[in-house]
């Protein structure tokens, strides 16, 4: 009889753990690819998520490949839009406005102009300090309702390893 009393604390206590372990799964934010950059003079990629800045960005990831001979980078993004659902990826090809040996900046502002949009975003890329950033800024020309879905203020994030990476050095 002993037993199978001992069999049955054993199963509800596997059974709960279970349970809270499923949650916990639940909860974690979709894991992106870590941050990396390849430079070959002519060729630049940088991919990563948004992290720091003032106001936390969404969870998501960016692909940004940079061509000297077009000068162009063409720019492949996605979200996580809810708990474990991800949004549809969103493409854009920016001129590129300077490429040194330092530096590479584009920006969407152009885009923004012609099709009405609330905001435009500029990247930099660091080629010496293997850094990017993502400036999001406010356009002069927006509807009037942007104010209702956007901050109106310029805000500024780094390309890296994204939030669901920070768990794992910094356990709760």
Known sequence: MKFFAGVAVGALVVAGLSAYFIKQIDKEPVRFPTYQM???RDYV???GSLTGGESAPVNGFYSVQCYQDRMECDITSISEIGPKHLG???QATLPVSEWSKTHIRMSSKDLAFTNNACNFYEIAIDRQKKSATYTRRPLETAPM???ERFEEKVLRW???DG???GDLSNPS
């Open 45 to 47: 990629r940088v991919e």
């Open 145 to 147: 309702d942007c104010g």
């Open 38 to 40: 390849m430079d070959l």
């Open 88 to 90: 549809m990826f969103d």
């Open 158 to 160: 780094q390309f890296g």
């Open 163 to 165: 939030e669901a990476w």
